[in-house]
Nanobody, 123 residues
Framework: VQLQASGGGLVQAGASLRLSCAAS??????VSWFRQGPGTEREFVAA????????YYADSVKGRFTISRDNAKSTVYLQMNSLKPEDTGVYYC???????????????????WGQGTLVTVSS
């Protein structure tokens, strides 16, 4: 199984981007996005838990980012609006079938990772 993240780029503050995470041959119960900024730890951004039962967001992106999925395409999206320079980083999608609420925001909650796509927001 492979996860392919795409959609990153260089944008100005206030702009929008949509990231995509495509799975090679199946869907997963939970798919999330994490990001890693320069010199920082990888952090949780958003999750689509158990195929849309619920979605969760980091406080820093709540109201600006939206996670969604298209099961027919085995793809999960992250719509990012009102981007800020502090949103800059490499964005990774992560997937798992046994993720539970207690580890939803932790890297250990996921078995599969995409390669990352770079988002750069200039001020």
């Amino acid at each position: 199984v492979q996860l392919q993240a795409s959609g990153g780029g260089l944008v100005q503050a206030g702009a929008s981007l949509r990231l995509s995470c495509a799975a090679s041959d199946r869907t997963f119960r939970t798919v999330s996005w994490f990001r890693q900024g320069p010199g920082t730890e990888r952090e949780f951004v958003a999750a689509d838990w158990r195929r849309g039962v619920a979605t969760y967001y980091a406080d820093s992106v709540k109201g600006r980012f939206t996670i969604s999925r298209d099961n027919a395409k085995s793809t999960v999206y992250l719509q990012m609006n009102s981007l800020k320079p502090e949103d800059t980083g490499v964005y990774y999608c992560a997937a798992g079938d046994t993720t539970i609420l207690s580890n939803l925001r932790q890297k250990a909650g996921y078995h599969y990772w995409g390669q990352g796509t770079l988002v750069t927001v200039s001020s």
